[in-house]
């Protein structure tokens, strides 16, 4: 019997060398025909998994690396390799942020590895452009929502458009969760009320303001619950989609940084919790929440000038709005420039965001299928390796009691 184990280990560790030999000159699908046949002596063997993995990876087989790379995790949790395959697989699957986290766990076993390093710093990347990728692509969007504004420049057109989406969004109900429901729920209370905006303010003064830092950043903010009023009024996610107006800022293109970090710490100071003692402390985290929300964003160059074209792009809308208006011999309508322009600003945002969480909500629907998949591909694959793990231990059984 002593004889047979030594054979046993003879062939896992010949199984190994060739696989080994075959990885080296590329040849992955012998190295995985190898590393199993290994596998199936020494089921219990970290290393080759992991070697497997790196195979399968190298072989296009993203859902058999990841398979092997979480086997080689829960073989041994203080195997660093076992992570960083693991992070590779999830990177070729475009799971940036759970590879990174995979990286950054092999770093805490060894802070000098390697392939750890180099990973994390090569996955930091892939998700950068991927967020940059994000940004393209709502500004496309917003692109997307001035060309059909461009087309139609009548007012009652620009409703349909909107009766439009609302019913697009009615069509796609039984494909939605209720998070998604309700939030579309909220957009169309949101447009109702921005629709409506010109009966409910009165008219605006005609004097122009001058739009100098000065004035932008010192002005009178008020009390501290005013500033809550007014970051938590009703639909106030929406309407916070724009920064600049969570600080406040009634001048976007003259306000440069520094102008706006002074605007923010003027205002963080006003509604910060420590300040709203009793029982405004809650209200106070909430809009402290949404102001720092809006330096974040504003603090990134890209981001910000994003913001500024979407500010741009409602302007343009407001203009054209407000030509045909006066074009229009029974014009009733009461609204200055300054509300229509405010009101054109506010649906830009909104209609792109709304788009946004569309996009994102079929990311997520895909990813999901691929994960279930994923799960059903690896299940399978684990049935009919236990199958053929259990028919060869039956079989060298049988082979030695013959020795026998």
Not at 65 to 71: E, G
Not at 120 to 126: C, D, G, M, N, R
Request: glycine share 2%; charged share 35%; with cysteine.
């Amino acid at each position: 019997m002593t004889d047979s184990k030594e054979e046993w280990e003879v062939q896992c560790e010949e199984s190994k060398r060739q696989g080994d030999a075959s990885f080296r000159t590329k040849d992955y699908a012998a190295a995985i025909q190898h590393y199993s046949a290994a596998i199936e002596l020494d089921p219990e063997n970290v290393v080759l998994y992991s070697n497997r993995s790196a195979a399968y990876l190298a072989n296009s087989d993203k859902s058999n690396a990841l398979y092997d790379a979480q086997k080689c995790v829960q073989l041994n949790a203080d195997f660093v390799k076992g992570y960083t395959r693991y992070a590779a697989a999830l990177s070729s699957l475009g799971r940036y942020k759970d590879a990174l986290t995979q990286y950054k766990h092999a770093l805490v076993l060894e802070p000098e590895n390697s392939a750890a390093l180099q990973g994390l710093q090569t996955v930091t990347e892939l998700e950068k452009k991927r967020q940059q990728a994000l940004i393209e692509r709502e500004r496309e969007l917003a692109q997307v929502a001035l060309s059909k504004q461009q087309q139609r420049p009548q007012e009652n057109e620009v409703k349909e458009e909107n009766k439009e989406i609302k019913k697009q969004s009615a069509k796609k109900e039984n494909d939605k969760d209720d998070q998604v429901d309700e939030e579309d729920d909220l957009l169309d209370e949101f447009f109702d009320e921005v629709e409506q905006v010109s009966a409910a303010k009165p008219p605006a003064a005609t004097k122009k303001e001058p739009s100098s830092k000065l004035k932008t950043t010192l002005s009178n903010l008020g009390t501290s619950q005013q500033q809550m009023d007014r970051l938590l009024q009703t639909n106030y996610q929406w309407r916070n989609l724009n920064p600049y107006y969570v600080l406040g800022i009634s001048d976007p293109t003259n306000a440069d940084l520094e102008t706006i970090q002074k605007r923010y710490k003027a205002l963080s100071l006003l509604v910060h919790p420590d300040k709203c003692l009793g029982g405004m402390q809650q209200r106070a985290r909430d809009a402290f929440e949404e102001v720092n929300k809006a330096i974040k964003l504003l603090q990134d160059e890209d981001k910000r000038k994003h913001v500024l074209g979407l500010i741009e792009a409602g302007k343009k809308n407001a203009k054209r709005e407000w030509d045909s208006s006066m074009q229009q011999q029974n014009n009733t309508s009461t609204a200055t420039y300054e509300q229509i322009e405010e009101k054109a600003i506010m649906k830009i945002f909104a209609q792109v965001e709304m788009k946004r969480r569309d996009v994102e909500r079929r990311k997520r629907e895909y990813e999901k299928r691929e994960r279930t998949q994923e799960d059903e591909e690896l299940k399978k694959q684990k049935g009919e390796r236990e199958f053929d793990s259990n028919w060869r231990k039956t079989e060298r059984v049988e082979q030695r009691v013959g020795n026998w």
